[in-house]
């Protein structure tokens, strides 16, 4: 009777291993399928990151060519602002020569005009000599 009972304790303790080992099976599937989707989703997060990593990089790539280009810029500017100033002087001087060849124009005129006046005054005398 005693082994009977024995027997029967002993089903019974099976029993609940078992329930205990099938538990601990569902529980080690749950887990790996945990795992899997983490490591799924670890990857899905790790090319995120490197794709915006290389965004990054580009864009630091297009900020240094724009800097070299505000460089160029700047440079081109002070150029082009000597490039005004030596052509503000320029026309100060073409203004001054403008200035002198109409007084130049203006004399020759006058001494065209006194030299016809004394032509013609010659012209007269000799007219009336003749």
């Not at 599937?29 to 990857?43: A, F, G, S």
Request: net charge negative; glycine share 4%.
């Amino acid at each position: 009777m005693a082994s009977d009972e024995l027997k029967i304790v002993l089903e019974d303790v099976k029993e609940k291993f078992d329930t205990v080992i099938e538990g601990i099976n569902m529980v080690r599937e749950t887990l790996e399928r945990h795992k899997e989707e983490n490591q799924r989703e670890h990857e899905e997060f790790k090319k995120a990151i490197l794709g915006v990593q290389v965004d990054v990089s580009g864009l630091k790539t297009d900020v240094a060519i724009l800097k070299t280009d505000v460089g160029i810029l700047k440079t081109d500017v002070a150029i082009l602002k000597t490039d005004v100033a030596i052509l503000k002087t320029d026309v100060a001087i073409l203004k001054t020569d403008v200035a002198i060849l109409k007084t130049d124009v203006s004399e020759i005129r006058k001494d065209l005009n006194e030299h016809r006046d004394n032509t013609e005054l010659h012209a007269g005398e000799m007219r009336k000599k003749a």
